[in-house]
């Protein structure tokens, strides 16, 4: 036991032990330690937080959590370990009180979900500061950004000599089809992350309901973009998927820590909807997710989204518009409230209309700092994810997948490991792609073709999720003016989708985008893809494959960036083009989610979502 008055043994012994005592404390599990120690007295208190080095929150840290320095290429000077950490731990603790499951009583030999229709005044936990939350989001999307890298899986990529040589070389589109899986294989367990175990355990109830509701609810809050914690909610939705409150099954009479819940007064209408939304919400998992579809819809398919200020694709317009004043978030119906978007649709009125209107999106991609005209797109250096579209992206996608694929094989390609860099990266700086022993030679003209090799993971074979609404639907349903989102909420209204290969190989390198990625130059990919009339029959012969060409490059926010443009059916003629963001880690089996939408940008040009990940 420590002595008040004579230090007590923590402070006999050399404050190395105790620092070694503190990390041993943080690895098994309780990292608040450190903060009870530093308030037992003054001494311990200047060495903890007054120390002159780092040694110890930096060791304090990487015994929590995986070491943030392997995939953000920052010095150990550059990170705030203290800040850090600090941080983490407290959105962890902030999460675990507020984010509580569903106590429902089970009720056999009853298909019945009323068990699950709850008054809304017991979905109250205790939090709601949108400031609060936004810390604890940010500090989410930290650990999920800076997961350690996965080992990579093995590699089918082939040097490649000539472009004729990219299909040529390769089996058929049927055949590659038919011989891979349709998700990734799983990360080897070798090599777990400390950050993907963490967020697994903070997130196991999911987030606060008044962070939920803000994506499911019988209707869409006003404005996703205005709320502070709009922005980090929705890239970490894009992420880790939607998060639903869970609903655990009780024996009656019994107790649990989390909501205890009585049966509601109201009963629910055949759709499974409350009669009165102002006093009990079904909270079946099946339930929420289909709120969420609902109001991640109208962003997802508006045709008003498309935009030259957002280079066609989904990142946030250039020039920004100035930002509205922040008003408290309203859960109203969506025919209500403006569109922050009002002008970032078709009737694009600083667009000026190229003289060759036969050029599609699919041109080379811009150097960063180069000179702009009216009619030129947004430079590289001004693109930023908009997680608020990705993460409507992202619930709508998987939404089809948990209607028509299996659960196992979702299960496959959700896990959070998924996330992790370097799942398809094998390739170092300085290696030949043939993984030759001989380097590259190093250009003083033009020193990142040193660094020429497939960083990106794009080469090999992938499986692409393809969601569109009929064209009349999406007429139907995107209004002329900017006051309403359309009926999209309607139980007739189906997205049609598929899933078809990609076939991908590298063809070129380019100079960066970016100056601030030297090691990463430009990826220019072709190859084929089934098109919307793939069969996936390897003895068919009448299959619609399209060729496709793009590039792979990096995005200011670090992100990896994906434009890719396939052709007419039996045609080189470009049709559609697409816009991707990866999901996780540079590499990540997680693929890249995005929007697609026609490559000459004529008026009333459809949109539709995609997912593709990589599968060999």
């Keep these: 036991m420590m002595r008040d008055h004579d230090g007590g043994f923590l402070l006999d012994i050399p404050a190395e032990v105790v620092e070694t005592i503190l990390t041993f404390c943080a690895a098994a599990g309780h990292p608040c330690s450190v903060a009870a120690v530093a308030q037992t007295c003054k001494r ?16 304090l840290f990487l015994a929590v959590f995986d070491d943030p320095r392997i995939v953000s290429d920052s010095s150990s000077t550059d990170f705030d370990w203290h800040e850090q950490f600090t941080d983490r731990v407290w959105a962890g603790s902030y999460i675990r009180t507020h984010a509580k499951h569903i106590d429902v009583q089970k009720k056999p030999h009853l298909r019945s979900t009323r068990s699950t229709i709850i008054p809304l005044p017991e979905l109250s936990d205790g939090g709601g500061n949108p400031s609060v939350h936004a810390r604890a989001l940010r500090a989410l999307v930290s650990v999920t950004r800076t997961a350690a890298p996965s080992s990579p899986h093995r ?3 082939t040097n490649v000599t000539s472009v004729d040589d ?11 089809h038919t011989e891979t899986p349709l998700t990734p294989p799983p990360v080897n367990g070798s090599s777990p992350s400390r950050n993907i175990g963490w ?12 962070l939920t509701k803000l994506l499911s609810y019988e209707y869409q809050a006003r404005d996703w973009r205005n709320m502070p914690e709009g922005p980090a909610l929705c890239q970490l939705t894009s992420y880790l998927g939607f998060l639903p409150v869970p609903v655990v099954e009780v024996e009656s009479g019994s107790t649990s820590p989390s909501r205890s819940r009585k049966s509601p007064r109201s009963s629910a209408s055949k759709s499974g909807r409350s009669r009165s939304a102002s006093e009990v919400l079904d909270m079946s998992e099946s339930m ?4 969420a579809r609902d109001c991640a819809r109208p962003l997802a398919f508006s045709m008003r989204y498309l935009s030259r200020r957002r280079n066609w694709g989904p990142y946030l317009p250039f020039p920004p518009r100035p930002p509205k004043p922040h008003v408290v978030a309203v859960i109203d119906s969506m025919d209500e409230g403006e569109d922050d978007d009002e002008d970032d649709g078709n009737s694009d009125e600083d667009f000026i209309p190229p003289d060759d209107d036969t050029s599609s999106s699919a041109t080379s991609e811009p150097v960063e700092g180069a000179p702009t005209d009216a009619n030129a797109l947004t430079r590289p250096d001004q693109l930023y994810p908009d997680w608020t579209w990705l993460a409507a992206a992202r619930i709508v996608t998987e939404w089809k997948l948990r209607a028509h694929v299996e659960p196992e094989e979702i299960a496959s390609l959700q896990a959070w490991d998924n996330l992790r860099g370097g799942a398809w990266t094998s390739t170092v700086p300085g290696v030949r792609r043939d993984e030759s022993a001989d380097p590259l030679p190093i250009d003083e003209d033009e020193p990142w073709k040193s660094h020429e090799r497939d960083w990106a993971g794009a080469e090999g074979t992938w499986r692409r999720l393809v969601c569109w609404l009929d064209y009349d639907d999406l007429i139907l349903t995107t209004p002329i003016d900017h006051n309403s989102y359309g009926a999209f909420v309607d139980a007739d209204l189906e997205e049609a989708w598929i899933i078809v290969p990609m076939s991908l190989k590298i063809i070129s390198y380019s100079a960066p985008t970016l100056g601030a990625y030297p090691d990463r130059p430009t990826i220019h990919v072709k190859g084929e893809m089934g098109g919307g009339g793939w069969v996936g029959n390897i003895e068919a012969n009448d299959e619609d494959i399209r ?21 007419a059916p039996n045609s080189t003629q470009d ?8 999901l996780g880690g540079v590499g990540s089996a997680m693929g890249s989610l995005g929007m697609w939408t026609g490559a000459f940008h004529e008026e009333e040009d459809p949109i539709g979502v995609f997912w593709q990940w990589r599968v060999a």
Excluded: K
């Design 166 to 176: 990219v299909i040529s070389q390769n089996p058929t589109l049927s055949h590659l």
């Design 199 to 210: 967020l697994e355990q903070t997130l196991s109830n999911g987030l606060p309901y008044s």
């Design 288 to 291: 929420q997710r289909e709120r």
């Design 547 to 567: 060729q496709i060409h793009g590039t792979v490059s990096m995005l200011p926010d670090g992100s990896v960036r994906w434009s890719l443009t396939s052709s």
């Design 575 to 582: 049709e559609w083009a697409s816009e991707a963001v990866q």
């Design 155 to 157: 590699s089918t990529s």
């Design 44 to 59: 311990l208190r200047s060495l903890i937080y007054e120390a002159p080095d780092r040694y110890l929150w930096r060791n």
